[in-house]
């Protein structure tokens, strides 16, 4: 009859122990590592799932995209810049008596009504081809201070006056580079007409319009601000650009018309004393 030694069952049992748990630790690494394996699989393939989306589709949706390092972001790629659209519209009407020619044939002197909508010489010159260039103001957007530059072109057209630009420049002071080379979409078009005022004879209105629409890729550090803000900020700029120029004409076009009528009433007067 074999007989064991009390301490070698001991030992036995003790490194038949430590085999077992060693083996549980073995598959627990095993199993561990598999779990990463798998979990990084699946989560390779939500995030190219997620990042399927075609360029152009991106680019098209590039505003409604959240802003990188937001809280809105979620895992998605980077996006540089953040496409935003400023715009304002104004309308004005002024009712006045025709004076002795009529307001249509005023509105056919383009320049008379760009000094009254720019009464500012020093900032309104002529460039040729019914192209006015006008140097506004400086305006500042959040932090960074610019002098916009616009060519405007003024003309007659279907009995009204007519203005459009698709030209800005911003002349910027002090900023980085990103600002130098920014791409911007731009357009400024109005109308203005003379209609009649009811049925009262000989009293007429000024009917005008216009429209300012600027949108443009902002760069960092702006692309993380919200939308809301961005374009709060334009749209005050857009409204006390356009302010500025209701002011003027409402201020001084009646006057102008009077005085353009005088003038030409005047000049009538001494051609005709010197044909008698």
């Given at each position: 009859?074999?007989?064991?030694?009390?301490?070698?069952?001991?030992?036995?049992?003790?490194?038949?122990?430590?085999?077992?748990?060693?083996?549980?630790?073995?598959?627990?690494?095993?199993?561990?590592?598999?779990?990463?394996?798998?979990?990084?699989?699946?989560g390779?393939?939500?995030?190219?799932?997620?990042?399927?989306?075609?360029?152009?589709?991106?680019?098209?949706?590039?505003?409604?995209?959240?802003?990188?390092?937001?809280?809105?972001?979620?895992g998605?790629?980077?996006?540089?810049?953040?496409?935003?659209?400023f715009?304002?519209?104004?309308t004005?009407?002024l009712?006045?008596?025709e004076?002795?020619?009529?307001?249509?044939?005023?509105?056919?002197e383009?320049e008379?009504?760009?000094?009254?909508?720019?009464?500012?010489?020093?900032?309104?010159?002529?460039?040729?081809?019914s192209?006015?260039?006008?140097?506004?103001?400086?305006?500042t957007?959040?932090?960074?201070?610019?002098?916009?530059?616009?060519d405007?072109?003024?003309?007659n057209?279907?009995?009204?006056?007519?203005?459009?630009?698709?030209?800005?420049?911003?002349?910027?002071?002090?900023?980085?580079?990103?600002?130098?080379?920014?791409?911007?979409?731009?357009?400024?078009?109005?109308?203005?007409?003379?209609?009649?005022?009811?049925?009262?004879?000989g009293?007429?209105?000024?009917?005008?319009?216009?429209?300012?629409?600027?949108?443009?890729?902002?760069?960092m550090?702006?692309?993380?601000l919200?939308?809301?803000?961005?374009?709060?900020?334009?749209?005050?700029?857009?409204?006390?650009?356009?302010?500025?120029?209701?002011?003027?004409?409402v201020?001084?076009?009646?006057?102008?018309?009077?005085?353009?009528?005088?003038?030409?009433?005047?000049?009538?007067?001494?051609?005709?004393?010197?044909?008698?």
């Amino acid at each position: 009859m074999a007989i064991t030694c009390p301490a070698r069952l001991s030992f036995c049992r003790t490194e038949t122990l430590s085999n077992a748990v060693c083996s549980q630790k073995q598959r627990s690494r095993v199993c561990s590592k598999s779990i990463c394996i798998n979990s990084s699989v699946r989560g390779a393939a939500l995030f190219a799932s997620k990042n399927s989306v075609s360029t152009a589709k991106l680019k098209v949706k590039r505003s409604s995209c959240p802003a990188y390092g937001s809280r809105q972001s979620y895992g998605m790629p980077v996006i540089q810049n953040q496409m935003v659209k400023f715009q304002s519209n104004r309308t004005v009407s002024l009712p006045f008596a025709e004076g002795t020619s009529p307001a249509l044939e005023y509105l056919k002197e383009p320049e008379r009504v760009v000094r009254v909508t720019f009464p500012d010489s020093a900032r309104i010159n002529y460039i040729g081809d019914s192209v006015w260039r006008s140097r506004l103001k400086p305006i500042t957007f959040i932090s960074v201070t610019a002098t916009p530059i616009c060519d405007i072109m003024v003309y007659n057209e279907d009995d009204a006056l007519r203005i459009f630009s698709d030209k800005l420049h911003l002349d910027f002071t002090g900023v980085p580079d990103q600002f130098k080379n920014l791409y911007i979409d731009f357009q400024l078009k109005g109308s203005l007409r003379v209609n009649k005022q009811g049925s009262k004879v000989g009293r007429v209105k000024f009917d005008g319009t216009v429209s300012l629409v600027l949108g443009t890729d902002l760069p960092m550090p702006f692309s993380f601000l919200p939308e809301a803000l961005l374009t709060g900020a334009g749209d005050s700029i857009l409204n006390t650009i356009l302010g500025a120029m209701e002011s003027a004409l409402v201020k001084g076009i009646i006057d102008d018309y009077h005085s353009w009528c005088r003038v030409k009433s005047e000049g009538e007067m001494v051609t005709a004393k010197r044909s008698k």
